[in-house]
């Protein structure tokens, strides 16, 4: 699978538009990219995924850009419950029981704040 | 809540015993995978299992062990344990589906395992 490359951390205001960068250059024609959030101390929760068209669904949006070289996922309206660490994953897109095998890199920490 | 479900939540081990840690994944999930994740950095794939067998396995020596039974429930096993051993075991389930080319994982709570 790809490698990716976050920013290690950002902030964001309380009610702004929290936009997270990730750059996959590497990233082949059947690769989808997967974002992941993990809050303190739980474990990874599913955000969205996408393979070359913007996703949206009720948790954020995911801009994959026409190269597909890298991706924003964008938090519309974020709240102090955001504040978390982001994983943006590029996975291999097979048939049957390929499964879960997720390469977790190091992450963006979101802080939101008052 | 994701469904899937871990036992321990905590656990404390000396170095050199062996420990087993428990995963019931959400309901009608057929593959189960394991990670490690150590204080600070990102989870790391241990293995995966699909209906009882091991089709997956990451950079982790023999002495980490699993299985998973029929009702699709796992377990991790390590024997000789190390202080690097010391983790968060985070188990993660999902149904994929055939024709489907990518499905979400559904992760639990984790256990976190302290061996001193």
């Known amino acids: 699978d790809a490698k990716t490359t976050q920013p290690p951390s950002m902030d964001c205001a309380e009610g702004r538009a929290a936009n997270l960068p990730c750059n996959h250059s590497t990233i082949s024609g059947n690769e989808y990219v997967y974002w992941y959030r993990q809050i303190h101390s739980q474990g990874p929760q599913y955000i969205i995924h996408g393979l070359k068209n913007n996703e949206t669904n009720e948790m954020a949006s995911l801009i994959i850009t026409e190269d597909r070289k890298s991706s924003t996922l964008i938090l519309p309206h974020a709240t102090l419950r955001d504040t978390a660490v982001y994983y943006c994953i590029v996975r291999s897109g097979r048939r049957g029981n390929a499964g879960n095998m997720l390469t977790f890199g190091g992450g963006t920490r979101l802080m939101v704040k008052p | 809540e994701t469904g899937v479900t871990q036992s321990p939540t905590h656990l404390i081990k000396t170095r050199g015993q062996q420990v087993t840690l428990r995963c019931s994944s959400q309901?009608?999930?057929?593959?189960v995978s394991w990670y490690q994740q150590a204080l600070g950095q990102g989870p790391q794939f241990i293995f995966q299992?699909?209906?009882?067998?091991?089709?997956g396995r990451g950079n982790f020596p023999p002495r980490f062990s699993g299985l998973q039974f029929p009702n699709y429930s796992s377990e991790l096993n390590v024997n000789a344990l190390e202080l690097d051993d010391s983790a968060l075991y985070l188990c993660?389930?999902?149904?994929?589906?055939?024709?489907?080319?990518?499905?979400?994982?559904?992760f639990g709570q984790g256990t976190r395992l302290t061996v001193v």
């Open positions: 299992y699909y209906r009882e067998e091991e089709n």
């Open positions: 309901s009608g999930h057929n593959t």
């Open positions: 993660a389930s999902s149904l994929p589906l055939l024709g489907q080319l990518n499905t979400e994982a559904f």
